[in-house]
């Protein structure tokens, strides 16, 4: 399997966080954990599946995929080719209109969303491209096409920052209370504009620094102590929820390194 990473330009730098060209030679399924951000996926070769309990589920040329709070699955059949958007935190409510939080945990056609005319041509002209640099430049024009007219909600951002900053150990009503906002009211503008409510968001922040305390300590008491846990086995299952695997199991796959 061949990865590429490509950064944006400038104009859409404060959206998107990358794009990642996932080129296959030969068949591969890919182990993917749950993160914080929306991603846009561009098939222009091969075929990719969704594995879902063992079954083998063929994914839409072009999707896109919600928050998601467990881990997947994705097979990649010999061939087969992908440039994915991967946006920044509330970054693709910039690019739609409906609420993210409909796409949390799922997967969707994204002519559900955008104009399918478009998407047929844009789809043809990814599998003509002589390059992967020339596949950015098509995808950067389609978003920048797509870009809505887009003010940022500054209380949603100082809210995101709160969440990292606390490592996603923070109660959501002292959230809104610091941020002065209704607890109703902050719960429907985060889930709107980030893809997931702030619980669900936390949560991911939250697991996401155990896998990063994970590369220093695997004493695994410490480990979840450390996170904010006091009770190893709600420990235990959310980490085996997050990323299909207990923590030892996890600590020996090939996901970890």
């Keep these: 399997m061949n990865l590429e990473t490509y950064i944006p330009t400038p104009k859409l730098r404060k959206f998107v966080k990358s794009y990642t060209i996932i080129d296959c030679v030969e068949d591969r399924t890919n182990h993917v954990l749950p993160d914080s951000?929306?991603?846009?996926?561009?098939?222009?070769?091969?075929?990719v599946n969704y594995i879902n309990n063992n079954i083998q589920n063929e994914l839409p040329s072009i999707t896109i995929s919600g928050i998601r709070k467990t881990d997947r699955h994705i097979k990649y059949t010999g061939g087969a080719a992908n440039l994915l958007v991967v946006f920044k935190e509330a970054g693709a409510a910039a690019f739609f209109k409906e609420p993210l939080h409909e796409l949390f945990?799922?997967?969707?056609?994204?002519?559900?969303?955008?104009?399918?005319?478009?998407?047929?041509?844009?789809?043809?002209?990814?599998?003509?491209?002589?390059?992967?640099?020339?596949?950015?430049?098509l995808i950067e024009t389609f978003l920048l096409s797509t870009l809505q007219g887009y003010n940022p909600d500054k209380l949603i951002f100082a809210a995101l920052d709160k969440i990292h900053a606390s490592k996603g150990v923070i109660?959501?009503?002292e959230l809104a209370d610091a941020l002065c906002i209704s607890n109703d009211a902050f719960e429907k503008r985060f889930r709107r504009v980030v893809g997931a409510s702030?619980?669900?968001?936390?949560?991911?922040?939250?697991?996401?620094?155990?896998?990063?305390?994970?590369?220093?300590?695997?004493?695994?008491?410490?480990l979840a102590?450390?996170?904010?846990?006091?009770d190893q086995s709600h420990f235990n299952k959310d980490f085996k929820s997050f990323t299909g695997q207990s923590p030892r199991a996890f600590l020996a796959s090939p996901s970890f390194w």
């Design 37 to 47: 951000a929306l991603v846009i996926a561009f098939r222009y070769r091969g075929k």
């Design 171 to 173: 109660r959501i009503k």
């Design 105 to 137: 945990q799922q997967t969707y056609s994204l002519d559900n969303f955008l104009n399918r005319s478009i998407l047929a041509q844009l789809e043809e002209e990814l599998s003509e491209a002589k390059n992967n640099m020339e596949r950015v430049k």
């Design 198 to 222: 702030p619980k669900q968001f936390s949560y991911i922040i939250r697991m996401k620094h155990v896998l990063q305390l994970l590369k220093h300590n695997h004493k695994f008491t410490d």
């Design 225 to 230: 102590l450390d996170s904010g846990y006091f």
